[in-house]
């Protein structure tokens, strides 16, 4: 016999180990120690709110969500599929109109209160209140949208990249600022 064909490897303990593992049938087990870095999981349950990555998180109907600033602002946009206070559906589209200004359904529970209101004789209030806000948000919205004509840069860049000054009168400004005041206190005046 020759010596040549003898094997002379010398096994390492990590293949005898694994050999063993796939004689066994165990495929999962490992035969070498590692080593690194291992993050460590916080489990969180419904309704924990913690902080992570500089963010502010909660858990929703098992889902992790993030909290925001206009979360607040989102929910009172939401219009609920029923009406809080008659729990009728909200499918008439005078219910979304209605649910935004007093909270309830308005195919029911706003006719029903307008009713109530016209017997005691304080529905005619009731409307005056309504037009008057929708006048004071008018004047709000009228004078922001003056201040800030009056108040932007009047540059426009044209197709063939020149700037244009397009340098507004401010005597004429100051004019129109003036009228605008005057009719926005004409309209406060009459609100009253």
Same mark, same amino acid.
Not at 15 to 34: A, G, I, M, P, W
């Given at each position: ?41 916080? !489990? ?33 946009? !939401? ?114």
């Amino acid at each position: 016999m020759n010596n040549d064909s003898v094997l002379k490897k010398e096994f390492k303990k990590s293949d005898v180990e694994r050999v063993r593992n796939l004689v066994k049938k165990d495929f999962t087990s490992s035969t070498k120690q590692q080593t690194g870095y291992k993050k460590s999981t916080k !489990r969180y349950k419904e309704g924990d709110v913690w902080n992570e990555d500089g963010k502010q998180w909660t858990i929703k109907n098992g889902i992790k969500q993030n909290i925001t600033k206009l979360d607040e602002a989102k929910k009172s946009l !939401r219009i609920p599929l029923k009406c809080p206070k008659c729990n009728g559906s909200m499918k008439h589209w005078l219910d979304k109109k209605m649910y935004k200004i007093h909270g309830f359904c308005g195919n029911v529970c706003t006719v029903k209160m307008e009713g109530k209101l016209k017997r005691a004789g304080l529905y005619d209030d009731y409307v005056k209140r309504i037009k008057q806000g929708n006048m004071k948000a008018f004047i709000t919205d009228i004078e922001s949208w003056a201040n800030e004509l009056v108040n932007t840069k009047n540059s426009f860049v044209t197709e063939d990249g020149d700037i244009e000054n397009w340098k507004s009168n401010s005597k004429m400004d100051r004019k129109f600022m003036k009228n605008l005041k005057e009719y926005t206190d004409y309209l406060a005046e009459h609100l009253k």
